[in-house]
């Protein structure tokens, strides 16, 4: 038997079988079983990984090894036995976090929480704040004005007039982006806006995965014409930040991150510590009130 050894990426997952894209196009795999059996608490392949194949003979394939990820997008699902680390994505080279200016209203703590998630993975995000012609362009860039401030990309964009949707497709030319947000926010219309169907066939996969348990899950990334690809990412909203420490919290606020250094004690808390630099620089209005709120509440629990 002749076994052709190839390369590619992982693009959908239904029922135990992968499609894999590789130069020699798509091709269906399965998971070598020596691979099942070494799955440690977690999803071994996800799509965006990298792997290898071999191809049989039938012109299906078998995935033989999955190369070391740069970064992955984790919810923890809760099972009878413990925990399971769901993959949403491996290597994303950005999240769209999107949000709506007005019906609803930004949540902007999530946001934050989800920006730091970002940070902790470090993958860039894209802050899509939607419906601006709810609110007008001005109030829309002030609701969000933090943060430009801290080097986030902020596109304002409206399914309802079309502005701001070139700019998004623009930014997701040539890349693998995952979409998060709230549901409501528009998220289906923009992905519609951007490419006919692109939203249905995205919502379409989330919904069979959202209505299945453990098994029936389905995931799939889905090809820009102009190149690239998005998925999306249910359930990640409701993340909780399981795998930060509180003590490491600040190294994941931009505007936090040089200020922990001038801190009277090295073990601050940045909330009852003296000599803490980082409620100096919220009392002199360096540091935004409401992102130092988000800071607390991520660390001291209280969070929604
Ligand atoms: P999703 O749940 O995030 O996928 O949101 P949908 O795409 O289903 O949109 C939710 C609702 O918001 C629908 O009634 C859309 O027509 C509406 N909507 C989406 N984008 C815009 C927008 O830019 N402006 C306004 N005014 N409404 C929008
Ligand atoms: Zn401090």
Known sequence: MTEESLTGCVTRYRSGFYSVQTDHGTITCRLRGRLKRSRAGGDLVAVG??????????????????????????????????????????????????????????????????????????????????KIDLVGEEKARAMFSVYPSLGYRLILTSVLDGSGVAELRRALKGKLTGFVGPSGVGKTSLLNAIQ????????????????????????????????????????????????????????????????????????????NTPGCAVLKAVEEGKVHPDRYESYLRMRFGDDE
Request: glycine share 6%; aromatic share 6%; with cysteine.
């Open 49 to 130: 990984d990298r792997v290898q194949i071999s191809r049989q003979e039938d012109g299906s394939g078998v995935i033989e090894a999955v190369h070391p990820r740069r970064s992955a997008l984790v919810r923890p699902a809760p099972l009878d036995w413990g925990e399971y680390q769901q993959v949403l994505v491996a290597n994303p080279d950005q999240v769209a976090l999107v949000f709506a200016c007005a019906e609803p209203e930004p949540r902007l703590r999530m946001l934050d929480r989800l920006l730091v998630m970002c940070e902790r993975q470090n993958i860039p995000p894209l802050i899509v704040a939607n």
């Open 196 to 271: 006919p169907e692109l939203g249905l066939n995205v919502r379409n996969v989330s919904r069979a995965t959202s209505k299945g348990r453990h098994t029936t899950v389905v995931r799939e990334m889905f090809a820009l014409e102009g190149g690239g690809y998005v998925v999306d990412l249910p359930g990640l909203r409701s993340l909780t930040l399981w795998d930060i420490e509180p003590e490491e919290l600040d190294g994941y606020f931009p505007e936090l991150r040089p200020l922990v250094a001038d801190c009277q004690f090295s073990d601050c808390n940045h909330h």
